[in-house]
């Protein structure tokens, strides 16, 4: 039940950002589609919902994740743009192993959402048993797991371990 009150909240919120205009007729609406979302998809959103109640993980969030994650988004954005103007098209594709420590699944969902939305990377595969993703990388630097782990995801797995588990 918990988390379908948490996805309600953000559903609405979420409403009330997009059809900014808070009128009352789109407030009523908006309350109609986000119990209909909450409803439907609640048991699916969180499964672990009390740890969304720590503010510290909102900081987090806000304060590291996300300065870090568009730090590397530019970077990762020149990068790709050097490679596809560069006459000799300098790219080394490849799909490399790297672990994780991360164990909740929205954990490792942020992980693999990071690297793909960062360009030159994209998460192909999740094993969470073993803690381990497969990333096609544009240019393989290192097909060793614990040098491709440094190099992707050490710069997002200690923020994230902060803020979900």
């Not at 407030?27 to 009390?50: C, E, N, Q």
């Not at 304060?63 to 568009?70: D, I, K, M, S, W």
Request: hydrophobic content about 50%.
């Amino acid at each position: 039940m918990g988390s379908k009150i948490i996805l309600f909240l953000a559903a609405f919120l979420v409403w009330s950002v997009l059809s900014w205009v808070p009128d009352f007729q789109h407030l009523i609406v908006g309350v109609f589609v986000a119990a209909l979302v909450a409803f439907l998809t609640g048991d699916l959103f969180v499964s672990r919902p009390y740890i969304l109640k720590r503010p510290r993980r909102y900081w987090y969030f806000i304060a590291h994740y996300l300065p870090v994650f568009l730090w590397e988004m530019i970077k990762a954005n020149i990068d790709v743009a050097y490679r596809v103007l560069h006459p000799d098209l300098p790219i080394n594709p490849g799909i490399v192993k790297v672990k994780t420590s991360l164990k909740s699944d929205t954990a490792l969902t942020f992980l693999a959402n990071s690297i793909t939305l960062t360009p030159g990377t994209m998460s192909v595969d999740i094993d969470k048993d073993k803690g381990v993703l497969y990333i096609h990388w544009i240019n393989v630097r290192t097909k060793d797991t614990q040098g491709a782990t440094k190099i992707i995801v050490q710069r997002f797995e200690k923020i994230l371990k902060k803020i979900f588990d």
